[in-house]
């Protein structure tokens, strides 16, 4: 089964290079450069996961989080969040808003997929 990752970055060099290793992977992925028009693809595309930056224009990936979890037609997505800044404090508003996952930049893609594997596995059990 081929699974959809949205990729909201605004580092275009970044995200060509995430689009690229995830497509190897054999993902689709779609992309967007700001949390806004992330949020509108995640509506209307409806991916299977969305790995968000957090400090981006128009809308930062904090306001994503909020905009997921306000919307019945999103919220169930997950989002994998990653950043420059290594803070746990950041980390911990991630996840308490809502993410899946973070990870601090730069990170090895091995360690991305990963979570990706992890995220996407615990979505698609079976429930008890």
């Given at each position: 089964m081929t699974?959809?990752?949205?990729?909201?970055?605004?580092?275009?060099?970044?995200?060509?290079?995430?689009?690229?290793?995830l497509e190897l992977h054999e993902y689709d992925v779609?992309?967007?450069h700001n949390?806004?028009?992330?949020?509108?693809?995640?509506?209307?595309?409806?991916?299977?996961?969305v790995i968000s930056d957090i400090y981006m224009p128009s809308c930062d990936g904090y306001e994503l989080l909020d905009m997921f979890l306000e919307d019945e037609e999103m919220r169930?997505?997950?989002?994998?969040m990653v950043s420059g800044r290594a803070e746990m404090s950041d980390?911990?508003?991630?996840?308490?808003?809502?993410?899946?996952?973070?990870?601090?930049?730069?990170?090895m893609?091995?360690?991305?997929h990963a979570?990706?594997?992890?995220v996407l596995d615990?979505?698609?059990?079976p429930v008890a």
């Amino acid at each position: 089964m081929t699974h959809t990752i949205l990729l909201i970055e605004d580092n275009l060099g970044i995200s060509a290079n995430m689009k690229s290793l995830l497509e190897l992977h054999e993902y689709d992925v779609l992309t967007a450069h700001n949390g806004a028009d992330g949020a509108s693809i995640a509506k209307a595309q409806r991916p299977d996961l969305v790995i968000s930056d957090i400090y981006m224009p128009s809308c930062d990936g904090y306001e994503l989080l909020d905009m997921f979890l306000e919307d019945e037609e999103m919220r169930d997505i997950p989002v994998i969040m990653v950043s420059g800044r290594a803070e746990m404090s950041d980390a911990d508003l991630a996840i308490s808003k809502g993410a899946a996952g973070y990870m601090t930049k730069p990170f090895m893609f091995k360690s991305l997929h990963a979570t990706i594997r992890k995220v996407l596995d615990a979505r698609h059990e079976p429930v008890a």
